[in-house]
T-cell receptor, first 113, second 112 residues
Framework: GQQVMQIPQYQHVQEGEDFTTYCNSSTTLSNIQWYKQRPGGHPVFLIQLVKSGEVKKQKRLTFQFGEAKKNSSLHITATQTTDVGTYFCAGSRYGGSQGNLIFGKGTKLSVKP | KAGVTQTPRYLIKTRGQQVTLSCSPISGHRSVSWYQQTPGQGLQFLFEYFSETQRNKGNFPGRFSGRQFSNSRSEMNVSTLELGDSALYLC???????????FGEGSRLTVL
């Protein structure tokens, strides 16, 4: 079945350093979503990418969708302590139903001040 | 606009018991999905309801069931609880069943 792999599992950075998490699918995706979950919190939607090669920015966060629509990345520039949390990607092969969303296991980011 | 509300937030049960969790979606959202989150398995899809119909179901045993009411509120039930059912159960709503998911705070279930 469809799998969404996310690496690394953990990342420890010094405040001000950059951070990148990668998401890879075994199949071509219709779209990919990214979520952030703060410690003790619930996942919060960050963005959805739909087009091949799409790049979107939100302040210090840059999201990319691969040309083949099988991989994606989230890059944070100059991390801050408020960036702490687990970042999940979620890929959909068919769209049309939330049941088709497959979540990666997440990358847990810790930021040392 | 109020967010997704889940009750209860925390509960402790013993093996063999059953549990019912409740979810009130954001007003106007017709799709409700349920997820189980554990440290080992991550976020796993349980089922999705849209306009009172189960539209999709994940790979969980029949002990896990759910339903949606005409006001879009949803409940999930787990019967004959096992230790491995200890998890954070998250409900998420969306307007049409596609796109952004709005998650609730979750119900943390501990099975002893």
């Amino acid at each position: 079945g469809q799998q969404v792999m996310q690496i690394p599992q953990y990342q420890h950075v010094q405040e001000g350093e950059d951070f990148t998490t990668y998401c890879n699918s075994s199949t071509t995706l219709s779209n990919i979503q990214w979520y952030k979950q703060r410690p003790g919190g619930h996942p919060v939607f960050l963005i959805q990418l739909v087009k091949s090669g799409e790049v979107k920015k939100q302040k210090r966060l840059t999201f990319q969708f691969g040309e083949a629509k099988k991989n994606s990345s989230l890059h944070i520039t100059a991390t801050q302590t408020t960036d702490v949390g687990t970042y999940f990607c979620a890929g959909s092969r068919y769209g049309g139903s939330q049941g088709n969303l497959i979540f990666g296991k997440g990358t847990k980011l810790s930021v040392k001040p | 606009k109020a967010g997704v509300t889940q009750t209860p937030r925390y509960l402790i049960k013993t093996r063999g018991q059953q549990v019912t969790l409740s979810c009130s979606p954001i007003s106007g959202h017709r799709s409700v999905s349920w997820y189980q989150q554990t440290p080992g398995q991550g976020l796993q899809f349980l089922f999705e309801y849209f306009s009172e119909t189960q539209r999709n179901k994940g790979n969980f045993p029949g002990r896990f069931s759910g339903r949606q009411f005409s006001n879009s509120r949803s409940e999930m039930n787990v019967s004959t609880l096992e230790l491995g059912d200890s998890a954070l159960y998250l409900c998420a709503s969306s307007p049409r069943g596609t796109g952004e998911l709005f998650f609730g705070e979750g119900s943390r279930l501990t099975v002893l």
